[in-house]
């Protein structure tokens, strides 16, 4: 072996051993949950290899609040939000990328404004709007605030500005309209930004926490996350096997998601040029 | 399509979006601005005009000005490191090393796993004595440390748990771009007999500059936004060691019921933002053209 | 056809008569804070489904609001909007914020016959003083806890103490947590003494050191606090010292959250805590345990703790007078026996101790006894105009002094300058 190529083993074994470090650091909590869920509770704080295993746990977490529920409004918030997401992303997007029309860029510049000004920041004042409506505790609340997007519609319109005008000339000949040129057109090219864009969104509301704690008071409305907060602060002290099995519970369904469609969010990350 | 028509069509296709944001970014932030010069209104007290009074008190609200200082540090804390970490985890994952599903799945956690939830985790992880830390402390040998109770690590702590989140979540936006790198870049560095870190950074880390900066948006925004983790690790203690501003605005607006102080504190966020917001545009206009 | 017909008619007057049976119904909506562990919400709903049998006319619909503070949060939301609960079960410190929020009735205002009178008159004193101002009794005592000591028997044992002789005053405290203190060879602690919480609020377990040290924190009226007198410098000196001086509790702040696992990993040979987790103690130790007084400096004492129930404002007369009959119903002995066997909270009454059920209940575990002994040294809960505002000012200065940050004499006066500096405008 010569000096160079060891040298490159090296690197090569400390690399790896970096990765591997990093990624047990980074899985270490959801690690204990496993552990910890599949255990009695004496076991929560002790790690012994014949520590008894259990299913106790989760029928209490199951027993203890009513995740079926949170489970339900989570997921309608979610499509809620992604779906008109989609659509007003895609609408105003295309009027940025394809209209010339007066105050294009000054609106451009305002929609980019809510990059920056979040509405995880706005509660207070979101609060009274929300009341004003009427619509305190309902699931369309907690969403309402995120359904226009700045990211999606600036990604969007990066997107449709780089299709090429004579596919959409090639349409408009055929005699279509704008909307059946952007629906035939421009929204199937521009498919892997939908999938990227839908993956941060569907993760940012699944786990998103401060906006639906305000604004839901009720089992009917409240997501999992404040779901599983409510559950977890008690006056008695901590009981981390139970909150271990709720959570796991609760993150299943992303987790299973991602562990099934991993390469395939990867890919559209890479197609959508997000970078 | 004649340039009245465009003017219309425009305008209506960018209307819903448009409604929605004028109400719920743009007009929240001029009403709070508005708001910011009243008192709150009480039922035997309604709010009256006081000018700059909440700033005022502002200015000479210690608890304020802790929660700011914590967020630089926190910022400092969380944005260089995440990023770098994010990097790091993406350059692994896409070198294809053994286990690699393994380790995308390791470093995707913190995406699927709520930051409320975990935080409970967390929070074993740092108690005293016979916590995670500590039992891996303890075989080293290394004294008790009450990690969460103690002013001088709390917000350590906090940073920890952010780091942690973030970077399992960038990772991902690196990964992509990393994958977008042509494999002809590296063959024709080999052929030069250039070194693995002089590739990184002469061609990969330039190659990434967009998604640096993409990333870093994120991170910014991210380190005034990302607080659900304290409200169950440290409630902001102790002594607000762990304060953050928007963890204090939460506790003004909705445990004081003080909307109009609130208020005040929101515009200190917002110009804070706006204010980053406008030097980092300013970067991303100088630094890359967008397509 | 007409026997269609006929059928039809019967499904409409079926319908009129339930659509009318509904219009007699009261309907109370009835907000309960889910802050202790164990299957609570189905006594609730239980309760809720018993007292709906006996009175048909009323039904109570209870909605699950999370902890206290969520609790507080979503029922006054929910008043500014102009559709508050009838009735819930809030901290009983969150009296003057309900006052000045113009959210809540008074109960004495809605209980007026005599009757009425002598069901109020009959909670224990000590669970009263949160509950009325200004000569009003503005909240009814429901899930009402103090803080007490549990000790580890064993431990006790093991230190060659009197297992069954809990501290009984201070010194007797520090003495003991010094024999129970254990090190191990390179000098860190395997168990501690004693614990008291102080993350969250540490103000409520101050206020056992205050009260035994002789000092109230505030005037019944929540217009003044007493931060910086010198009985209450002095009353957190002591505290700071357990673990700067005597070094038999951890330094730092302590979670509260953890204090019970704490003591059953055996880090800690006695705890502060409320006697709402008694179930929870007996539950998980896997040794012997006792629970006692807290001990005394110059009198015995604790603060007491917990939910009340209230009546809010802005619903009907008919549902005020239908959550008051809910409130008395759910009060009564039996029940208020009941419920403290099933959560560990101190019933209410001194007549719930004396239904055969309590007395069978002591008996099997006189533990439970303990804190309904201690309500005769019990004093009020930390209680101001706005509250949580005044508490946290004294909460910053608890953990700045109990981490070192500031010595307890500075740490104190500020908080009492902050103190002050907000409920200024109420003394006018």
């Known amino acids: ?275 | 399509m004649n340039r009245f028509q465009a003017n219309i069509h425009g305008w209506l296709l960018l209307l819903p979006a448009a409604v929605l944001l004028v109400a719920f970014t743009h007009f929240p932030a001029v009403a709070t601005l508005w708001q910011s010069f009243f008192s709150t209104g009480k039922p035997n007290r309604p709010a009256v005009f006081v000018g700059l009074e909440n700033y005022r008190t502002l200015i000479e609200d210690d608890v304020f000005w802790q929660s700011l200082w914590n967020n630089v540090w926190y910022a400092v804390g969380t944005i260089p490191v995440s990023i770098a970490l994010a990097l790091v985890m993406a350059l692994a994952v896409n070198r294809g090393l053994r286990g690699r599903a393994f380790l995308r799945m390791a470093y995707f956690t913190p995406t699927v796993l709520p930051m409320i939830a975990v935080a409970n985790i967390w929070l074993f992880f740092f108690t005293p004595q016979y916590g995670l830390l500590e039992q891996a402390t303890g075989l080293f040998g290394l004294p008790s440390h009450n990690w969460l109770g103690s002013p001088s690590t709390a917000l350590v702590c906090v940073i920890a748990v952010a780091v942690w989140k973030e970077a399992g979540f960038f990772m991902i936006f690196y990964l992509a771009a990393l994958q977008q790198i042509p494999p002809v870049y590296a063959e024709a560095a080999a052929v030069e007999g250039a070194g693995r870190w002089y590739y990184f950074r002469r061609i990969v880390f330039p190659l990434l500059m967009p998604t640096t900066l993409f990333v870093l948006v994120n991170a910014v925004i991210n380190s005034f936004r990302l607080v659900d983790h304290i409200f169950v690790m440290t409630r902001g203690g102790p002594d607000n060691a762990s304060s953050l501003v928007l963890f204090y605005l939460y506790e003004v607006g909705f445990k004081f019921w003080d909307t109009a102080y609130a208020a005040a504190l929101t515009m200190v966020l917002l110009a804070a933002l706006a204010s980053i917001a406008i030097a980092q545009f300013a970067l991303l206009e100088k630094r890359t053209h967008y397509r | 056809m007409s026997l269609k017909r006929s059928l039809n008619a019967l499904v409409a007057a079926a319908a009129l008569a339930v659509g009318a049976a509904h219009a007699q119904q009261t309907e109370i909506s009835f907000y309960y804070p889910v802050a202790v562990g164990g299957p609570i919400t189905k006594i609730i709903d239980g309760l809720a489904a018993d007292f709906q049998k006996e009175n048909p006319g009323i039904k109570v619909t209870p909605i699950y609001a999370g902890t206290y503070q969520e609790t507080i949060v979503k029922a006054l939301t929910a008043h500014k909007s102009g559709n508050p609960p009838v009735t819930s079960v809030l901290l009983s410190t969150d009296m003057f914020t309900l006052i000045d929020e113009d959210a809540v009735v008074a109960v004495s205002d809605l209980a007026k016959s005599a009757e009425d009178q002598a069901w109020l008159s009959g909670f224990y004193p000590a669970f009263m003083f949160n509950s009325q101002t200004g000569g009003k009794v503005w909240g009814v005592p429901f899930q009402r806890s103090t803080i007490v000591l549990y000790w580890n028997k064993e431990a006790f044992k093991e230190a060659g103490l009197d297992p069954n002789r809990p501290p009984a005053t201070w010194s007797e405290m520090v003495e003991y947590a010094q024999k129970l203190t254990k090190r191990d060879a390179s000098g860190n602690v395997t168990q501690w003494g004693v614990q008291v919480p102080s993350s969250g609020f540490p103000y409520w377990l101050f206020q056992g050191f205050t009260t035994q040290n002789g000092v109230e924190l505030m005037n019944s009226a929540g217009t003044e606090t007493f931060y910086d007198k010198p009985e209450v410098i002095d009353a957190l000196q002591f505290w700071v010292d357990l673990s700067r001086k005597h070094r038999v509790m951890a330094p730092g702040v302590i979670e509260w959250g953890t204090t019970p696992r704490d003591f059953f990993e055996r880090k800690t040979a006695m705890m502060w805590t409320t006697t709402g987790n008694l179930t929870n103690v007996r539950n998980n130790a896997k040794f012997d345990f006792g629970v006692a007084m807290l001990p005394a400096n110059k009198r015995r004492g604790s603060p007491t703790g917990g939910g009340n129930f209230y009546v809010f404002k802005k619903s009907t007369p008919e549902q005020q007078q239908a959550a008051l009959k809910f409130i008395r119903w759910i009060t009564t002995p039996q029940r208020a026996a009941q419920w403290g066997i099933d959560t560990g909270y101190v019933a209410v009454t001194p007549a719930a101790w004396e239904t055969p059920v309590m007395k069978k209940y002591v008996e099997g575990f006189p533990a439970a006894a303990v804190a309904r002994d201690q309500l005769q040294h019990a004093v009020a809960e930390l209680s101001t105009h706005e509250n949580q505002r005044v508490t946290k000012a004294l909460n910053d200065g608890l953990q700045a002094a109990l981490t070192g940050a500031k010595p307890p004499a500075e740490a104190m006066r500020d908080a009492q300058r902050e103190a002050e500096r907000i409920l200024r405008p109420f003394r006018r």
């Open chain 1, 1 to 275: 072996m010569t000096p160079i190529a060891r040298g490159a083993w090296t690197v090569e074994a400390l690399v790896t051993a970096g990765a591997w470090l990093l990624a047990i650091l980074w899985v270490l909590p959801l690690a204990y949950a496993v552990w910890t869920a599949f255990h009695p509770g004496e076991y929560s704080t002790r790690f012994a290899l014949d520590a008894p295993l259990t299913l106790q746990n989760f029928r209490n977490a199951w027993a203890a609040a009513p995740f079926a529920r949170y489970f339900a409004n989570t997921v309608a918030l979610v499509t809620l939000v992604l779906a008109v997401q989609l659509v007003l992303g895609t609408l105003a997007g295309y009027a940025f990328a394809r209209y010339e029309f007066a105050g294009r860029d000054i609106a451009f510049w305002l929609v980019l404004v809510q990059l920056m000004i979040t509405p995880d920041i706005l509660i207070v004042e979101n609060y009274d709007t929300m009341s004003r409506l009427g619509l305190v505790d309902t699931v369309p609340a907690i969403g309402l605030p995120y359904m226009a997007s700045a990211f999606g519609i600036f990604l969007l319109r990066q997107t449709f500005k780089t299709v090429p005008r004579e596919l959409e000339e090639a349409a408009r000949v055929e005699g279509a309209s704008g909307l059946q040129i952007l629906w035939k057109v421009y929204v199937p090219l521009a498919k892997p930004v939908y999938v990227a864009w839908g993956l941060v969104s569907v993760s940012f509301q699944w786990n998103n926490f401060l906006w639906p704690l305000v604004i839901t008071n009720s089992v009917e409305s409240r997501p999992l996350t404040v779901g599983l907060q409510v559950f977890s602060s008690t006056d008695q002290g901590i009981d981390w096997s139970i909150i271990c099995a709720a959570t796991l519970l609760t993150a299943a369904p992303l987790l299973v998601a991602f562990l099934i469609f991993q390469r395939q969010f990867v890919q559209s990350f890479m197609r959508a040029g997000i970078r």
